[in-house]
């Protein structure tokens, strides 16, 4: 099953919008430091950039929904090669406190988002009281860290809905630039492939 243009474009906005919100709460919380794969979800081996990842990824906006285990979840676990990932749901036997702190910022950020299947978007009072419920290691390190983020400026993520020319929601420039490349790149590779998303 290909996804269509639409879809494709989706994938790449939701993924773009989802790198730009954690970046920015990583660098006002000075976390992530020992992950190389940054910009988030952008870099490395399970990007969610790469075509195999968005293949499956970008069919979650198909009407009507397609299986997420025959399509979706294939790219679900290719992207759960990531770093952030293994370190976060403690495939590594002793994450680094930091470690725990980009995933559970990761976690937050994609509640704040629109994320269908994952029930829609939530606000921070919804989060923590949903999190409370269910008290394990992983819940934890996000109440922990729910504090900090809410203490800051919120960027406006929902503003970028463009490929082209997108804002940058407060990023320091050298970040914003590589993810402007990276963008570019993306687009490049899916003309190829037959995609025209501006």
């Given at each position: 099953?290909?996804?269509?243009?639409?879809?494709?474009?989706?994938?790449?906005?939701?993924?773009?919008?989802?790198?730009?919100?954690?970046?920015?709460?990583?660098?006002?919380?000075?976390?992530?430091?020992?992950?190389?794969?940054?910009?988030?979800?952008?870099?490395?081996?399970?990007?969610?950039?790469?075509?195999?990842?968005?293949?499956?990824?970008?069919?979650?906006?198909?009407?009507?929904?397609?299986?997420?285990?025959?399509?979706?979840?294939?790219?679900?676990?290719?992207?759960?090669?990531?770093?952030?990932?293994?370190?976060?749901?403690?495939?590594?036997?002793?994450?680094?406190?930091?470690?725990?702190?980009?995933?559970?910022?990761?976690?937050?950020?994609?509640?704040?988002?629109?994320?269908?299947?994952?029930?829609?978007?939530?606000?921070?009072?919804?989060?923590?009281?949903?999190?409370?419920?269910?008290?394990?290691?992983?819940?934890?390190?996000?109440?922990?860290?729910?504090?900090?983020?809410?203490?800051?400026?919120?960027?406006?993520?929902?503003?970028?809905?463009?490929?082209?020319?997108?804002?940058?929601?407060?990023?320091?420039?050298?970040?914003?630039?590589?993810?402007?490349?990276?963008?570019?790149?993306?687009?490049?590779m899916l003309k190829i492939k037959g995609y025209?998303?501006?």
């Open positions: 099953m290909i996804p269509t243009n639409f879809e494709v474009k989706s994938w790449i906005i939701s993924t773009l919008q989802h790198s730009c919100h954690v970046e920015y709460f990583l660098e006002k919380l000075d976390v992530g430091k020992e992950d190389l794969e940054r910009p988030h979800d952008l870099v490395g081996k399970g990007n969610k950039y790469e075509w195999d990842a968005i293949k499956g990824f970008a069919l979650q906006y198909r009407t009507p929904k397609v299986d997420f285990e025959a399509y979706i979840l294939p790219s679900l676990n290719l992207h759960r090669q990531q770093y952030h990932h293994k370190m976060f749901n403690q495939e590594s036997i002793n994450p680094s406190r930091d470690n725990l702190l980009l995933g559970a910022i990761d976690a937050v950020c994609s509640r704040l988002e629109n994320r269908q299947y994952q029930g829609g978007k939530m606000d921070y009072f919804s989060l923590e009281k949903m999190l409370m419920k269910n008290e394990n290691f992983g819940n934890n390190i996000m109440l922990d860290v729910i504090p900090l983020m809410k203490g800051l400026e919120q960027p406006k993520f929902e503003s970028i809905t463009s490929l082209i020319n997108f804002p940058n929601i407060g990023l320091k420039n050298d970040v914003y630039k590589k993810i402007v490349n990276i963008v570019n790149v993306t687009l490049g025209e998303l501006d």
